[in-house]
């Protein structure tokens, strides 16, 4: 994963970029999801969710809920729960069911300890404000109440990294291009404990790694095209660096039979304070 510069942070929290481009409809976000089609072992992660939930009834609030992947699931599988979503883009809840909300997670439409337990999946990053937001979960959650957080490592998808600085220091004429945008790096596995840790205790880390392995290079051109909101941070012309990357990947397919991604994601568990 790159380290992002403090303009791309900014973007990569910009409310305006990630309701009205990033997550106006599921376009991107399912391109991102996708390229996990191909990956060894596969983790089903609205069953491990689920697993988490075990203990839990009552009311149940995925922030950031986006394309429902984890609402669709827990509404099939658990029933007697009362899942709310809620996401700062009306548009990526269109095709939701109720009861769906657009909401700011820095300012949940919930009174004080009314939750039983939060979803916080791959957004915590997109937040302005992550100590403020991570209060205000706690905020809700009754105590003792579980919240289930997921992002990325640090070391996630390097190769696609490698193959974006390479594809635009290609056209830029450099031996090194600039780094693509990275939207994990705000709240990465690494950095994500010691922000729960103010107001969180039991917090545990459960590492998903595993090996995308591509013969087509269809998915790392969905995936590197996915981040389009963020192309005017990219310092190189977006789209012919997507299109020179996927060149790049076809020539190592031919040469090496496959293109191989390391991915590392992870969930954490952890309870509010009593």
Known sequence: MTSNTTRQDAAVADKAILAGHAYSDERHLAARQSIYRWQHPRYDLPSIVTE?????????AD???GNGKFLDYLRTHRPDLNVVGLDLSAGILTRLPAPVLVADAQ?????????????????????TDIP????????????????????????????????????????????????????????SLEKAPGYLAGSFTDIRTRHLPGTITLTDTAPITAHLASYEAWAHLSGVPFHQTV??????????????????ITCHGGILTCRART
């Open 243 to 260: 299109h020179h990357a996927t060149d790049l990947a076809t020539t190592v397919i031919e040469t090496e039979g496959a293109f191989t």
């Open 132 to 187: 403020a937001t991570i209060a205000e979960i706690a905020r809700v959650l009754r105590p003792g109440g579980l919240l289930i957080a997921s992002t990325n490592s640090d070391t996630d998808k390097h190769e696609l990294d490698r193959l974006w600085s390479t594809a635009a220091g290609h056209i830029l004429g450099l031996p090194e291009g600039p780094a693509r945008v990275s939207l994990s790096s705000r709240f």
């Open 52 to 60: 988490e939930l075990a203990d839990i009834t009552g009311t149940i």
């Open 107 to 127: 300012n949940l439409p919930f009174a004080d300890h009314s939750v039983d337990a939060v979803l916080a999946m791959h957004m915590l990053y997109h937040v």
């Open 63 to 65: 922030i950031g809920c």
